[in-house]
């Protein structure tokens, strides 16, 4: 066994638990392997332990794995980081998955470039619910994801799954769960506007508990899985 299918089992074992104890089913919840920084090869291994679904923050270093592995049936690729305009093409060609859409002409640009043979691009807008000033994320004021739901919604090449967010580096669990149920609220008070979305994309590996305590759907999992990123 590869140290990266061991690491998987921990992980998933760590999951059954925490969502067992919050009277949480773990099909109710999705991993993302962040393979951010990592190589082909650790995706690779990765694949091989049944991981389906992995995440990437750098266009620029994502098309070539994504392309290393296109073989690779049911590989399924979620872009995670800040999105600059000038990439939109290119993420809107070769992801399935944007969890980082924070301003409407981002939304617009990536269903402008969704290839009409590919089907809609999932799309989650990212909240800044660490209300740090260097965070991406638009703030978490229920106007303002609305109206950027809307936008993301006029198209039929994009489609709006939920919402995500990225706590700050804290290892205090009070304060990682104020983070995620901010987003969780903002995630109901979408639905009660008619909003047909079911993702809540929370967590990291030092905050997987939390999240999942607070109705993580979604999982953004790197180090834990591959061990420490070199640089970032
Ligand atoms: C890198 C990254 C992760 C994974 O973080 P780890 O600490 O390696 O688990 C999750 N989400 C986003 C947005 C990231 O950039």
Known sequence: MTEVAEALDKIWANINTIAASVARSRNSIKLIAVSKTFSVDSI???YCADQRVFGESYVQEAIPKI???????????HMIGPIQSNKAKSIAENFSWVHSVDRPKVAQLLSKFRPMSLPPLNVCIQVNISGELSKHGIDPKFDAVLELARA???????????????AAPDI???HQRLQFSLLRKL??????????????????????KSAIIEGATILRIGTAIFGNRVSI
Request: charged share 15%.
């Open 152 to 166: 993301i919604t006029l198209s039929s090449s994009t489609q709006l799954r939920g919402l995500m967010g990225i």
């Open 187 to 208: 995630f109901h008070q979408l639905k009660q506007h008619g909003y047909n979305i079911d993702t809540l994309s929370m967590g990291m590996s030092r905050d997987m």
């Open 67 to 77: 392309n290393a592995l296109s073989h690779l049936s049911n590989i399924e690729w």
């Open 44 to 46: 690779y291994q990765a």
């Open 172 to 174: 205090d669990e009070t």
